[in-house]
T-cell receptor, first 114, second 115 residues
């Protein structure tokens, strides 16, 4: 069975602060994929990043960075210099095995205050 | 660029009625996925189709059925609606070849309210 845990239900920060969203996963698959999606108030799911289980390199994309650590089964997401437009629910998701199914975490509601 | 199109955006039904949700994938995407997101919940996988055949099945109730047509659009049919079916229903598509770990492109969802 696969499981994704996002322990932070809600986070509030003031604009320009850095914020890290935690994600811990469980899987028995040796090959798996991790994703982050953003769901703004408008409701759509926006793809942010994908990582496979063999690639532990951290990645930076603009103000976004991701820290994948297999040893702790974590795939954390950091937003640097947060902006009000970053306010959204952020979902971490896992795909493992042969089935093309995403298992989502419960999401973290990020509110960036002006 | 064309995105995944879902219709309708909003749907209001009463208990025991039926509903049909439609999904038009991105052109040349042959795989379609359906997810259900209840209020304050994470999206749950329902079912997927590849080349018009069901490929995976998740937590889809027996009251629901789905299919993918020759033009690759998909429809989710929901019968005997219950209050608990109120949710945001997402469709996603992925391109061919759609191997594991491929990026899913999500539509904006259909918000179904059952009264």
């Amino acid at each position: 069975a696969q499981k994704v845990t996002q322990a932070q239900t809600e986070i509030s920060v003031v604009e320009k602060e850095d914020v890290t969203l935690d994600c811990v996963y469980e899987t028995r698959d040796t090959t798996y994929y991790l994703f982050w999606y953003k769901q703004p108030p408008s409701g759509e799911l926006v793809f942010l990043i994908r990582r496979n289980s063999f690639d532990e390199q951290n990645e930076i994309s603009g103000r976004y960075s991701w820290n994948f650590q297999k040893s702790t089964s974590s795939f954390n997401f950091t937003i640097t210099a947060s902006q009000v437009v970053d306010s959204a629910v952020y979902f971490c998701a896992l795909e493992g095995g042969s089935a093309r199914q995403l298992t989502f975490g419960s999401g973290t509601q990020l509110t960036v205050l002006p | 660029a064309a995105g995944v199109i879902q219709s309708p955006r909003h749907l209001i039904k009463e208990k025991r009625e039926t509903a049909t949700l439609k999904c038009y994938p991105i052109p040349r995407h042959d795989t379609v996925y359906w997810y259900q997101q209840g209020p304050g919940q994470d999206p749950q996988f329902l079912i997927s189709f590849y080349e018009k055949m069901q490929s995976d099945k998740g937590s889809i109730p027996d009251r629901f059925s789905a299919q993918q047509f020759s033009d690759y659009h998909s429809e989710l049919n929901m019968s005997s609606l219950e209050l608990g079916d109120s949710a945001l229903y997402f469709c996603a598509s992925s391109p061919s070849p759609g191997g594991p770990g491929g990026k899913l492109f999500f539509g904006s969802g259909t918000q179904l309210s059952v009264l």
